[in-house]
């Protein structure tokens, strides 16, 4: 993973509206980085980054986004494909555990996707809060990934990439 991470921006219905005031207390971070957004979650998060940015008088920068179709059309499998080739370094899904959901196999199926390729992922706004404040979102980071059924680090984490350790 680079300084400059693909983050992605999933929301259930229910919790849309938790995600934008999320993605807005933190629009300084999220700036800085490539987002990946599903259907209308992408449009509202982009409509109020776009206004933080003017409120706050801010250089115009551009939020730099990339929109997939809506979940249930199929954006949920977009998501997971992309983070199956690489192309998602976090993903940021406020999901709704108290509604059913017709695509409930797609959403599964991206949290199991997320973990298996050791993305490292928030479904609630206190584990977004802890992703996004760690250092780690702003530095060249190698995950490490199972192969096998066996991990291919026997510590279990991860690398920072140029970084050292003294004796």
């Known amino acids: 993973m680079n300084e400059r991470k693909h983050v992605a921006l999933v ?21 800085d980085h490539d987002l990946i957004c599903t259907g209308t979650t992408g449009d509202r998060i982009e409509r109020a980054l776009a206004d933080v940015v003017r409120d706050e008088g801010l250089t115009a920068q551009p939020v730099n986004m990339r929109k997939l179709k809506s979940g249930p059309l199929g954006g949920d499998q977009q998501l997971g494909a ?5 192309g ?8 709704d555990p108290m509604q059913p959901h017709p ?17 490292p992922t928030a479904c609630n706004r206190s584990s977004a809060d802890f992703l996004i404040s ?7 980071y190698q995950p490490m990934f199972e192969s ?3 991990r291919s680090d026997q ?13």
Do not use: C
Request: glycine share 8%; proline share 3%.
């Open 11 to 31: 929301a259930h219905d229910n919790r849309k509206t938790d995600l934008i005031e999320w993605a807005t207390w933190n629009h300084r971070t999220l700036l």
């Open 82 to 86: 992309r983070i199956s080739e690489g």
């Open 88 to 95: 998602v370094d976090a993903l940021v899904f406020f999901w």
């Open 103 to 119: 695509h409930d196999v797609d959403v599964k199926a991206l949290l199991r996707i997320a973990v298996l390729y050791n993305v």
């Open 134 to 140: 760690s250092p780690l979102m702003n530095q060249h």
């Open 148 to 150: 096998d059924g066996e």
């Open 155 to 167: 510590n279990g984490g991860g690398e920072l990439v140029g970084e050292t350790s003294e004796p």
